[in-house]
């Protein structure tokens, strides 16, 4: 399944509550066309859990995946990192075999 380190998850639950999200929301992680390699993540917000969806939890977050984009994210690590270059989310994708600079995209 796809994970999330304990950065990730307080950043999280500062989103969820400064944003005053519905308690039955999810995390939708996913995998789009596009970007400098290929693929691009996708993460967000979601209220919705389709039948066919990959579902796991962390910390009391249910994290939710689509079937495609597991092919491609299973076993990924979301991480949250601030520095002098910014802040974001950032994935560690065991399935990728080439990533961009800036970690945003990928190859398998």
């Known amino acids: 399944m796809i994970s999330l380190t304990e950065r990730a998850i307080k950043e999280l639950r500062r989103i969820v509550n400064?944003?005053?999200?519905?308690?039955?929301?999810?995390?939708?992680?996913?995998?789009?066309?596009?970007?400098?390699?290929?693929?691009?993540?996708?993460?967000?917000?979601?209220?919705?859990?389709?039948?066919?969806?990959?579902?796991g939890e962390a910390e009391g977050f249910r994290v939710v995946c689509d079937p495609k984009?597991?092919?491609?994210?299973?076993g990924t690590q979301v991480d949250f990192e601030e520095s002098l270059m910014g802040r974001g989310f950032?994935?560690?994708?065991?399935?990728?075999?080439?990533?961009?600079?800036c970690g945003e995209s990928?190859?398998?």
Do not use: M
Not at 20 to 39: A, H, I, Q, Y
């Open 18 to 55: 400064d944003q005053k999200l519905p308690e039955n929301t999810v995390l939708r992680v996913g995998v789009k066309g596009g970007g400098c390699s290929g693929f691009s993540y996708s993460l967000g917000f979601d209220d919705t859990v389709h039948e066919d969806d990959q579902i």
């Open 69 to 74: 984009s597991f092919l491609y994210l299973s």
């Open 90 to 101: 950032k994935f560690g994708n065991p399935n990728a075999s080439k990533t961009c600079g």
């Open 106 to 108: 990928f190859t398998v």
